[in-house]
């Protein structure tokens, strides 16, 4: 089973950006599908964005056209790139794999790994 470590999480003004990151190990990297989720208070976890492993990437939400995802297979890490950040993107953002796939996945049950989550706050 693959181990997932997220990090990069923080306090950022309205506006500003964030680079989260999300480090694997334990298993081969390129045969995981990568996710981001995140969860505000009183909300149910949602999905924000994957890539698979050729670098195919689907993003939705309130969040596309902001947040990029990225993958480096060499460092087993996937990153998300957060731009132009709202109070509404205050959330704990976890990261997530899933089998690999040429095609993408986006359903929570589809992801078999998670982190432990990193909270991003946006506030003025």
């Known amino acids: 089973q693959v181990q997932l470590t997220e990090s990069g999480g923080g306090l950022v003004q309205p506006g500003g950006s964030l680079r989260l990151s999300c480090a694997a190990s334990?298993?081969?990297?390129?045969?995981?599908?990568m996710g981001w989720f995140r969860q505000s208070p009183g909300n149910e976890r949602v999905f924000v964005a994957s890539i698979n492993y050729l670098g195919g990437t689907v993003n939705v939400g309130p969040s596309a056209g902001r947040f990029v995802i990225s993958r480096d297979n060499a460092k087993s890490t996937v990153y998300l790139q957060m731009n132009n950040l709202k109070f509404d993107d205050t959330a704990v953002y976890y990261c997530?794999?899933?089998?690999?796939?040429?095609?993408?996945?986006?359903?929570?049950?589809?992801?078999?790994?998670w982190g432990q989550g990193t909270q991003v706050t946006v506030s003025s």
């Open positions: 997530a794999a899933g089998p690999r796939t040429s095609g993408v996945l986006s359903k929570e049950s589809e992801f078999t790994a």
């Open positions: 334990g298993r081969t990297f390129s045969d995981y599908t």
